[in-house]
């Protein structure tokens, strides 16, 4: 079991640092060449910039049991179908049960935009967001280690 990060926009990977270091597993955060991060525990693979060229890294590198973290539902998606967990930066699960509907309002906002319509912007990161994302990484760590 590893944890593969979409750093490109991801918030809360300190946290994410902390609990792969405490559990002593392999860290993977993937960012383009536009973004500096810069870890203590883990290793930054840094990519080209293209469109999608880190999602495609995530997803290619992904097997059966990874934890992967991506804000992205298309690679959720696509990891989903490796049998690897995959959590959004906020702690929410991505689940076979849930990420058709997401798919399917990631669709309908598009169009509505496209058509020149608005959407509502995603909400500032809080406190709450910090603990659900600790909670949700320790609770499927500890899950698949005692199997």
Avoid at 53 to 79: H, L, P
Avoid at 124 to 135: A, M, N, S, Y
């Amino acid at each position: 079991m590893r944890i593969i990060v979409d750093g490109d926009a991801c918030p809360g990977i300190s946290i994410i640092e902390k609990i792969a270091k405490s559990y002593k597993l392999d860290l993977i955060v993937y960012c383009d060449i536009n973004h500096y991060i810069a870890l203590d525990y883990g290793e930054v693979k840094i990519v080209d910039s293209g469109f999608q060229s880190v999602d495609m890294y995530v997803v290619n590198t992904c097997i059966k049991n990874d934890i992967v973290i991506s804000q992205d539902y298309g690679v959720a998606a696509i990891c989903l179908g490796k049998e690897a967990f995959v959590i959004n930066p906020k702690g929410y699960n991505y689940t076979d049960k849930n990420i058709d509907r997401l798919l399917e309002e990631r669709h309908i906002s598009q169009k509505i935009r496209k058509a020149g319509g608005r959407t509502n912007n995603p909400r500032k990161r809080t406190k709450e967001d910090d603990i659900r994302l600790k909670t949700t990484l320790e609770k499927i760590i500890e899950c698949n280690l005692r199997e």
